[in-house]
T-cell receptor, first 115, second 115 residues
Framework: DADVTQTPRNRITKTGKRIMLECSQT?????MYWYRQDPGLGLRLIYY???????NKGEISDGYSVSRQAQAKFSLSLESAIPNQTALYFC??????????????FGPGTRLTVL | QKEVEQNSGPLSVPEGAIASLNCTYS??????FFWYRQYSGKSPELIMS????GDKEDGRFTAQLNKASQYVSLLIRDSQPSDSATYLC???????????????FGRGTQLTVWP
């Protein structure tokens, strides 16, 4: 069984629609992250959460919002999708007991296409 | 500005050769360093972590860290076609006065191992 799961795995939507991407983990980690990956641009951090009551913006948070419903669940929303949000989205987790080392483990990704 | 730079690639080596992947980083207080392997369309997979200066070996993989030169590398010995992937360098940088950090990723180096 996968430790970090993401739903949906693929999604095609239209400009202006609201979209939610969900991430769940069974690793018992308290830190969770959302990244997007675009060809040639690498991984860029959208939002991160170090525990249920802690939410932080990453480098490209505009146009996105998140919700940490529980330690194991972290959702990413696109309030009004636009074509340049077409990308591969990854959720990741890490364990605070790792301290400063911060090994992160990634989910399988969601391929989002905005028409 | 925190930057992680990798060889732009692509890197092509014959089967059985040593593949050398390089990464430099700009933040002197970085504490931990990671190499991820990413197959096309898949999620990044953590393959090596290194925290101290010197070499760390794991099977055919060796990570090398030189904090004075702000340089981390990954050597893959006896390269196999199955090693063909994009390799991402990641650096954990702590927040000011904090033990909580976040990863900064390079854009990746695409490696092809030909039979």
């Amino acid at each position: 069984d996968a430790d970090v799961t993401q739903t949906p795995r693929n999604r095609i939507t239209k400009t202006g629609k609201r979209i939610m991407l969900e991430c769940s983990q069974t690793k018992g980690h308290d830190r969770m992250y959302w990244y997007r990956q675009d060809p040639g641009l690498g991984l860029r951090l959208i939002y991160y959460s170090f525990d249920v009551k802690d939410i932080n913006k990453g480098e490209i948070s505009d146009g996105y919002s998140v919700s940490r419903q529980a330690q194991a669940k972290f959702s990413l929303s696109l309030e009004s999708a636009i074509p340049n949000q077409t990308a591969l989205y990854f959720c990741a987790t890490s364990d605070r007991r790792g301290g400063i080392y911060n090994e992160q483990f990634f989910g399988p990704g969601t391929r989002l296409t905005v028409l | 500005q925190k930057e992680v730079e990798q060889n732009s690639g692509p890197l092509s080596v014959p089967e059985g050769a040593i593949a050398s992947l390089n990464c430099t980083y700009s933040d002197r207080v970085s504490q931990s360093f990671f190499w991820y392997r990413q197959y096309s369309g898949k999620s990044p997979e953590l393959i090596m972590s290194i925290y101290s200066n010197g070499d760390k070996e794991d099977g055919r993989f060796t990570a090398q860290l030189n904090k004075a030169s702000q340089y981390v590398s990954l050597l893959i010995r006896d390269s196999q076609p199955s090693d063909s992937a994009t390799y991402l360098c990641a650096v954990n940088i702590l927040g000011r006065g904090s033990t909580l950090g976040r990863l900064y990723f390079g854009r990746g180096t695409q490696l092809t191992v030909w039979p």
